[in-house]
C-alpha cells in the first residue's frame, strides 16, 4: 500500500510541474469520455429491442 501512495504523490509532483500538459490530457479524457457516453445514450435510445 505503501507503494500506492508513493506513486499518486509522484504523479501528483509530475502533473503539477506541467500544468499544461495535465490541462490537455484531463480535457482529452474528458472529451472521449463524452463522445463515448453520447453515442451509447443514442445507440441505446434507437436500438430495437
Not at 500506492?4 to 502533473?15: G, H, I, K, P
Not at 472521449?32 to 443514442?42: K, P, V
Request: hydrophobic residues 50%; proline residues 2%.
Amino acid at each position: 500500500m505503501s507503494f500506492l501512495w508513493q506513486d499518486l504523490q509522484y504523479s501528483a509532483r509530475s502533473l503539477r510541474r506541467s500544468p499544461l500538459f495535465s490541462m490537455i490530457a484531463i480535457l482529452s479524457l474528458a472529451l472521449g469520455i463524452g463522445a463515448n457516453t453520447a453515442i451509447f445514450t443514442l445507440l441505446d435510445r434507437y436500438s430495437i429491442r
